[in-house]
């Protein structure tokens, strides 16, 4: 007789690994995956943009220059004025070229602690600010010729001729006078275009608070024909007006949300006469 065949008893898995396999190494490429997870975190909360609290990847927005200093402007133009004024009736060109150097010598004198006026930025803003000079006097020279509305055709023609003359011996005092004969007449002549275009926009604004559009525009052909812009059109002159006044509330935006600027610029420039859709 053959002995009973005895059944295998199954051996019982343990739920855990033995404590010697509890232990182990992790694989290689499961380490360097991990390696990179932690690089890619680092480098993430090192970002510029993380630290600024910004999302999409974008660093924080570019800083605006400060705006330009006013007491600067003041003293470097009323030292010109008084400096001018105390030379010869007829300014000799060393006259001249002392009173810029000594207004140089005031602005440097001012800026001298200032990282914003150091290199180059110092003498650009220089004659930024002799060209300004230039402009406000020129400006209170137009505006008496094309304002009143009291003065005949001839009356404002003369007056401009007048404005020329005297535009042309400010842009030598504050600008220098380098250049030819012809290089000058342009360079003054094109001021005095220029400051005409502004008055006459400026004009126009105040005449819309009492009379229509059409009329208004009406009133500027005699004021454009004294200031030598006959040929230029009515339309194109108030544009560049406008357009002017939008520049100007966007560059002076200290508010730091250029949206909420462009938006009082363009309230201000309708406010004197632009289109909604200009």
Do not use: W
Request: hydrophobic share 30%; net charge positive.
């Amino acid at each position: 007789l053959k002995p009973p065949q005895l059944k295998a008893t199954p051996r019982l898995r343990c739920s855990h690994p033995p404590r010697s396999h509890r232990r182990f190494a992790p694989r290689p490429a499961m380490a360097s995956s991990r390696a990179a997870i932690v690089l890619a975190l680092l480098l993430a909360a090192a970002s510029p943009a993380s630290a600024q609290g910004g999302g999409g990847g974008q660093g924080p927005p570019p800083q605006r220059p400060p705006p330009q200093r006013a007491d600067l402007k003041n003293e470097v133009a009323e030292y010109m004025k008084q400096c001018i004024r105390s030379a010869s009736s007829t300014p000799t060109a060393e006259e001249k070229a002392a009173c810029r150097m000594g207004a140089k010598e005031v602005m440097t004198n001012s800026t001298q602690n200032d990282t914003e006026y150091s290199g180059g930025k110092r003498e650009a803003m220089f004659e930024k600010l002799q060209r300004g000079a230039v402009q406000e006097k020129a400006n209170q020279l137009v505006r008496g010729c094309l304002e009143s509305g009291q003065q005949s055709r001839q009356g404002m023609t003369t007056c401009m001729s007048s404005a020329r003359t005297q535009i042309g011996r400010d842009m030598e005092n504050y600008m220098g006078g380098s250049g030819t004969a012809a290089q000058k007449a342009s360079r003054k002549t094109q001021m005095g275009k220029e400051v005409a275009r502004e008055v006459i926009g400026e004009v126009f604004s105040r005449c819309l608070e009492s009379s229509g559009r059409d009329a208004c525009k009406r009133t500027l052909d005699t004021r454009k024909a004294a200031a030598g812009l006959d040929g230029e059109d009515t339309d194109a002159i108030l544009k560049g007006h406008f357009a002017k006044t939008l520049r100007g509330v966007a560059e002076n935006c200290t508010s730091g949300d250029m949206a909420q600027c462009r938006a009082a610029a363009k309230q201000q420039a309708m406010a004197k006469g632009m289109k909604r859709r200009e």
